[in-house]
């Protein structure tokens, strides 16, 4: 049997109260899209259509089954006006209603059961059956699952799952403040423990004001329809939206900074206004972000405090309006009318404009974070780094990101800045407009492989940085306007044993590009099979302090020189082992055979080497005829001279016979 909405025929209204003539109603089963019946008579036997199309005083007859279901409401434009979700009808009979929560607490009757429609008034959201709890005689009233009534009774809603904010009397119209509301429903969430849902609506965190997402509590919603909008934090100091604590998450929601901002006690800096931090969580660990949309913060959109561990970022996507690098604001209200500004010193003089520096995700500087995966973000216009890791930083995967900076203003800054950080992995990550595609200072045990980079260096190793794998990166020099000008795919410097292999670096012709540029006091680092296309330079040495630098088998294609300065082989750049004119020469690595009665080959190189400290790696590369058995195993090298080797070999491969190899200087 199918029975009545509560209240009778629905009068429906947009934001204004007026009705929503010709709006549309639609009904699903709870908690998904799969459409469900209402009916027009109260039989049940004559289904509405839906979604139901309200008439010219925003009514309709809504007869619903005894389901539970899910209410979405949209204007005759089809723009959304809200959604409800798991909401139960009173049958007839089942049980008395009453009008708000007001009613209910004023009440002293015999009655101990409740159908409310309302926190305040039908359809706030606040609708539900509470009961009286006859053996509680202490909870204090929480303004949404338990309240008091005139007589001491406490009422107990009845609920299964996620609490929800609007319980509490949130107001999703984005007009009175709801921070005290939303923080409510989590307070009482962790008591349980369970999450909170943020229907789709406005959500004002007015003020200063900030959601404290308490442990082991996700606070989620209706993906982009959910929005929570900061009141005017950041105005007058440093200001964060969102907390998380030990185990707590946030999902499916958007972000917004304030509309406002205020210039820090130092320089021309804004004060730091932050989406997303783990700050004061008691233990660190086990965060959780996902589906967050993020606008109009200037320092870090989800920051990982000093010594956290365990996050995890996914599916996060910037819209609406992105910090420029300078932003103009009122000097007294705050209120921002520029948010990508061009540097304007009189405006910096006069406390109009201040400096900003936004990154996507970002560690403490002093200790760093570990445990963290971010992955699948979709970010556009960041005006800085994508990450930022730092500090003693380690184990962070990072993979199939997008980071693209598309618009002046938002040029430059870094793609993966990995500041100090170890055992940091990134993987399947497309960069453009970013200055740097990946950074490494000072780190350890990295691996760089398969990124995209449309940026105007590639690859930056510097300040002792050691042991890290940078391979299988498609790196594409690009200029993009108010940015430095010099184009290096892979600029290793002061920096030792890393592995490049396998890069493929295009220079697009730009003047001056290089491919692989070893600088300052590196050693150890080795090049293997990196492609070089369209670039001045394909492999360089800047400076005599390079020190057994390898670089095996770079492939060149439009590369005006390919091994310049210093450079005397075409796998090593001036370094120790090789002699230093400016001739190419090929002492790394040649081809020799030995035949008919031979036992050994003497082998000459092209420029003598300055001691004998150097090791021959030796390989059977073929043979002619039917050489000997004896001659494919190779007894050793002799008579190690400045000037060539001599290769031996256990037994002569025959008149007639040949065996070939190839062999390998290395130091």
């Given at each position: 049997?199918?029975?009545?909405?509560?209240?009778?025929?629905?009068?429906?209204?947009?934001?204004?109260?007026?009705?929503?003539?010709?709006?549309?109603?639609?009904t699903y089963?709870?908690?998904?899209?799969?459409?469900?019946?209402?009916?027009?008579?109260?039989?049940?036997?004559?289904?509405?259509?839906?979604?139901?199309?309200?008439?010219?005083?925003?009514?309709?007859?809504?007869?619903?089954?005894?389901?539970t279901?899910?209410?979405?409401?949209k204007?005759?434009?089809?723009?959304?006006?809200?959604?409800?979700?798991?909401?139960?009808?009173?049958?007839?009979?089942?049980?008395?209603?009453?009008?708000?929560?007001?009613?209910?607490?004023?009440?002293?009757?015999?009655?101990?059961a409740?159908?409310?429609?309302?926190?305040?008034?039908?359809?706030?959201?606040?609708?539900?059956?509470?009961?009286?709890?006859?053996?509680d005689?202490?909870?204090?009233?929480?303004?949404?699952?338990?309240?008091?009534?005139?007589?001491?009774?406490?009422?107990?809603?009845?609920?299964?799952?996620?609490?929800?904010?609007?319980?509490?009397?949130?107001?999703?119209?984005?007009?009175?403040?709801?921070?005290?509301k939303?923080?409510?429903?989590?307070?009482?969430?962790?008591?349980?423990?369970?999450?909170?849902?943020?229907?789709?609506?406005?959500?004002?965190?007015?003020?200063?004001?900030?959601?404290?997402?308490?442990?082991?509590?996700?606070?989620?919603?209706?993906?982009?329809?959910?929005?929570?909008?900061?009141?005017?934090?950041?105005?007058?100091?440093?200001?964060?939206?969102?907390?998380?604590?030990?185990?707590?998450?946030?999902?499916?929601?958007?972000?917004?900074?304030?509309?406002?901002?205020?210039?820090?006690?130092?320089?021309?800096?804004?004060?730091?206004?932050?989406?997303?931090?783990?700050?004061?969580?008691?233990?660190?660990?086990?965060?959780?972000?996902?589906?967050?949309?993020?606008?109009?913060?200037?320092?870090?959109?989800?920051?990982?405090?000093?010594?956290?561990?365990?996050?995890?970022?996914?599916?996060?996507?910037?819209?609406?309006?992105?910090?420029?690098?300078?932003?103009?604001?009122?000097?007294?209200?705050?209120?921002?009318?520029?948010?990508?500004?061009?540097?304007?010193?009189?405006?910096?003089?006069?406390?109009?404009?201040?400096?900003?520096?936004?990154n996507?995700?970002?560690?403490?500087?002093?200790?760093?974070?570990?445990?963290?995966?971010?992955?699948?973000?979709?970010?556009?216009?960041?005006?800085?780094?994508?990450?930022?890791?730092?500090?003693?930083?380690?184990?962070?995967?990072?993979?199939?990101?997008?980071?693209?900076?598309?618009?002046?203003?938002y040029?430059?800054?870094?793609?993966?800045?990995?500041?100090?950080?170890?055992?940091?992995?990134?993987?399947?990550?497309?960069?453009?407009?970013?200055?740097?595609?990946?950074?490494?200072?000072?780190?350890?045990?990295?691996?760089?492989?398969?990124?995209?980079?449309?940026?105007?260096?590639?690859?930056?190793?510097?300040?002792?940085?050691?042991?890290?794998?940078?391979?299988?990166?498609?790196?594409?020099?690009?200029?993009?306007?108010?940015?430095?000008?010099?184009?290096?795919?892979?600029?290793?410097?002061?920096?030792?044993?890393?592995?490049?292999?396998?890069?493929t670096?295009?220079?697009?012709?730009?003047?001056?590009?290089?491919?692989?540029?070893?600088?300052?006091s590196?050693?150890?680092?080795?090049?293997?099979?990196?492609?070089?296309?369209?670039?001045?330079?394909?492999?360089?040495?800047?400076?005599?302090?390079?020190?057994?630098?390898?670089a095996?088998?770079?492939?060149?294609?439009?590369?005006?020189?390919?091994?310049?300065?210093?450079?005397?082989?075409?796998?090593?750049?001036?370094?120790?082992?090789?002699?230093?004119?400016?001739?190419?020469?090929?002492?790394?690595?040649?081809?020799?055979?030995?035949?008919?009665?031979?036992?050994?080959?003497?082998v000459?190189?092209?420029?003598?080497?300055?001691?004998?400290?150097?090791?021959?790696?030796?390989?059977?590369?073929?043979?002619?005829?039917?050489?000997?058995?004896?001659?494919?195993?190779?007894?050793?090298?002799?008579?190690?001279?400045?000037?060539?080797?001599?290769?031996?070999?256990?037994?002569a491969?025959?008149?007639?016979?040949?065996?070939?190899?190839?062999?390998?200087?290395?130091?």
């Open positions: 049997m199918a029975s009545l909405m509560p209240n009778g025929k629905q009068t429906y209204t947009d934001s204004n109260g007026n009705p929503l003539a010709g709006g549309k109603l639609y089963a709870a908690g998904t899209s799969t459409p469900l019946e209402t009916y027009v008579d109260a039989a049940g036997t004559t289904p509405n259509e839906n979604p139901i199309t309200l008439d010219a005083r925003g009514e309709a007859s809504v007869f619903w089954d005894s389901a279901y899910k209410v979405v409401l204007d005759a434009a089809l723009v959304e006006i809200y959604t409800q979700d798991n909401l139960a009808p009173v049958l007839s009979g089942a049980l008395p209603e009453i009008a708000s929560y007001a009613s209910l607490r004023a009440y002293t009757g015999p009655i101990t409740y159908y409310v429609r309302g926190v305040a008034t039908l359809f706030d959201g606040g609708a539900g059956v509470f009961r009286v709890d006859s053996a005689t202490t909870s204090a009233d929480n303004g949404g699952t338990i309240l008091v009534d005139a007589a001491g009774r406490r009422w107990r809603r009845e609920f299964s799952g996620a609490v929800n904010v609007l319980w509490f009397g949130a107001d999703r119209s984005g007009v009175t403040d709801s921070a005290a939303v923080q409510a429903a989590l307070e009482v969430a962790t008591t349980i423990p369970t999450d909170v849902y943020g229907p789709s609506g406005d959500y004002l965190i007015g003020g200063a004001a900030y959601i404290n997402v308490k442990p082991n509590v996700t606070l989620y919603g209706d993906g982009a329809g959910t929005h929570f909008i900061s009141g005017a934090g950041g105005k007058t100091a440093n200001h964060e939206l969102v907390y998380l604590k030990d185990g707590a998450g946030i999902r499916d929601c958007r972000l917004s900074g304030s509309g406002y901002l205020g210039r820090s006690g130092s320089g021309n800096n804004a004060w730091n206004k932050i989406a997303i931090t783990t700050q004061g969580a008691a233990s660190g660990v086990g965060f959780r972000v996902k589906n967050v949309g993020l606008e109009k913060f200037n320092h870090s959109n989800v920051y990982v405090h000093d010594g956290h561990s365990r996050a995890w970022i996914e599916g996060c996507y910037t819209f609406g309006q992105q910090t420029g690098q300078y932003v103009d604001f009122d000097s007294v209200s705050g209120a921002v009318s520029n948010w990508n500004a061009t540097q304007d010193a009189g405006k910096l003089a006069a406390g109009t404009q201040a400096y900003c520096l936004t996507f995700y970002n560690t403490g500087g002093t200790t760093g974070a570990s445990d963290v995966t971010i992955c699948d973000n979709k970010l556009t216009n960041v005006n800085d780094a994508f990450v930022g890791v730092n500090g003693s930083s380690k184990r962070h995967k990072i993979y199939g990101n997008e980071f693209v900076k598309d618009t002046l203003g040029f430059g800054g870094w793609g993966l800045d990995i500041y100090g950080g170890d055992d940091i992995q990134a993987w399947g990550n497309k960069i453009a407009g970013a200055s740097y595609g990946a950074h490494l200072y000072g780190s350890t045990g990295c691996t760089i492989w398969g990124n995209s980079f449309e940026t105007t260096r590639g690859v930056w190793i510097e300040a002792s940085s050691s042991d890290n794998i940078v391979g299988l990166n498609n790196i594409s020099l690009s200029v993009f306007s108010g940015l430095p000008t010099e184009y290096i795919g892979i600029n290793v410097q002061t920096a030792s044993n890393n592995e490049l292999f396998c890069n670096i295009r220079g697009n012709s730009i003047a001056a590009a290089k491919g692989v540029y070893f600088q300052g590196t050693s150890g680092n080795r090049s293997v099979f990196d492609k070089v296309k369209d670039c001045v330079t394909g492999v360089e040495s800047a400076d005599v302090n390079n020190d057994g630098n390898f095996y088998q770079p492939r060149f294609s439009g590369v005006t020189t390919s091994y310049p300065r210093t450079i005397n082989s075409n796998h090593f750049q001036a370094v120790k082992g090789i002699s230093g004119t400016s001739i190419n020469a090929n002492n790394l690595s040649g081809a020799t055979n030995i035949g008919n009665t031979d036992t050994s080959v003497a000459a190189f092209v420029n003598a080497e300055p001691d004998t400290n150097y090791r021959i790696v030796v390989s059977v590369t073929g043979a002619s005829g039917t050489p000997a058995a004896g001659a494919y195993t190779i007894t050793g090298v002799t008579s190690k001279l400045t000037t060539g080797f001599t290769l031996n070999i256990a037994a491969p025959g008149a007639g016979n040949q065996v070939n190899f190839n062999w390998l200087l290395v130091r």
